[in-house]
C-alpha cells in the first residue's frame, strides 16, 4: 500500500518561500505523476501543480509564477516551492499521487497545515 | 479559464438514492473523477474515469459522464456517507476541482 506523507515548516513569514516534501513509501516513486493540492479552512480544492518523475512539470496558471517543483528519485521524494507567500497562501497541503490513470488522484498524503503569519 | 459547477448542498434520506452533478462546458468530453472528503480527513476516491470505481468502494457508488454534467450517484445511501463531494476534471494541462457538495444523510 502506498503511502506519502507531507513534511516541512508549519508557519512561513509573509513574503518568504513556503518549502515542502513529500515522502512516498510502499512502492516506487518512477513511472507516475505526483501533485500539490490545497485547501483553505473551509473551502474547496486547488490544484498547484504536479511533476512527472522525469522531471516534466504542470503548474496552475493562477500560481504558476511562484511555484517550483522538484523530484529525489534517490530519496523517493518530490518538493514544492511557493514563493513570496501571502495570508491567501494559509492552507492544508496535500501532496497526491496518480496511478491508476494520469488524470486522478489514487492516494493522498494526510495534508499538513502551513499557515502564514509573521 | 475552465469551471465545474457543483450545487453546494444535497441532503437524502437512509436508504434512498443521491445524485450529486457537476458541470462543465463539454464536460463529457473529458474523463471526470470524484473523490469523498469526511471533516478532518484526506480526500479519496471514488470515482475514476467518469464510472470506474477504485478497489475498496462500494458497489452503492456509481458516476455517469455525458454532454456538460457529470453525476455522481449513490444508492442505497448510509449513514457514513455523509461527507463533501468533489468533482475533478482535466483542461488544457491543468486540473479544475467543483466548488464541492455537501452530502446530509437526513
Known amino acids: 500500500q502506498v503511502q506519502l506523507q507531507e513534511s516541512g515548516p508549519g508557519l512561513v513569514k509573509p513574503s518568504e518561500t513556503l518549502s515542502l516534501t513529500c515522502t512516498v513509501s510502499?512502492?516506487?516513486?518512477?513511472?507516475?505523476?505526483w501533485s500539490w493540492i490545497r485547501q483553505p479552512a473551509g473551502k474547496g480544492l486547488e490544484w498547484i501543480g504536479r511533476?512527472?518523475?522525469?522531471?516534466?512539470?504542470n503548474y496552475n496558471p493562477s500560481l504558476k509564477s511562484r511555484v517550483t517543483m522538484s523530484v529525489d528519485t534517490s530519496k523517493n521524494q518530490f518538493s514544492l516551492k511557493l514563493s513570496s507567500v501571502t495570508a491567501a497562501d494559509t492552507a492544508v497541503y496535500y501532496c497526491a499521487g496518480s496511478f491508476t490513470s494520469s488524470t486522478n488522484f489514487d492516494y493522498w498524503g494526510q495534508g499538513t497545515l502551513v499557515t502564514v503569519s509573521s | 479559464s475552465y469551471e465545474l459547477t457543483q450545487p453546494p448542498s444535497v441532503s437524502v434520506s437512509p436508504g434512498q438514492t443521491a445524485s450529486i452533478t457537476c458541470s462543465g462546458d463539454k464536460l463529457g468530453d473529458k474523463y471526470a473523477c470524484w473523490y469523498r472528503q469526511k471533516p478532518g480527513q484526506s480526500p479519496v476516491l471514488v470515482i475514476y474515469?467518469?464510472?470506474k470505481r477504485p478497489s475498496g468502494i462500494p458497489e452503492r457508488f456509481s458516476g455517469s459522464n455525458s454532454g456538460n454534467t457529470a453525476t455522481l450517484t449513490i444508492s442505497g445511501t448510509q449513514a457514513m456517507d455523509e461527507a463533501a463531494y468533489y468533482c475533478?476534471?482535466?483542461?488544457?494541462?491543468?486540473?479544475?476541482f467543483g466548488g464541492g457538495t455537501k452530502l446530509t444523510v437526513l
Open positions: 474515469q467518469d464510472s
Open positions: 475533478q476534471a482535466w483542461d488544457s494541462s491543468t486540473v479544475v
Open positions: 510502499g512502492g516506487s516513486i518512477s513511472s507516475f505523476y
Open positions: 511533476i512527472y518523475t522525469s522531471g516534466s512539470t
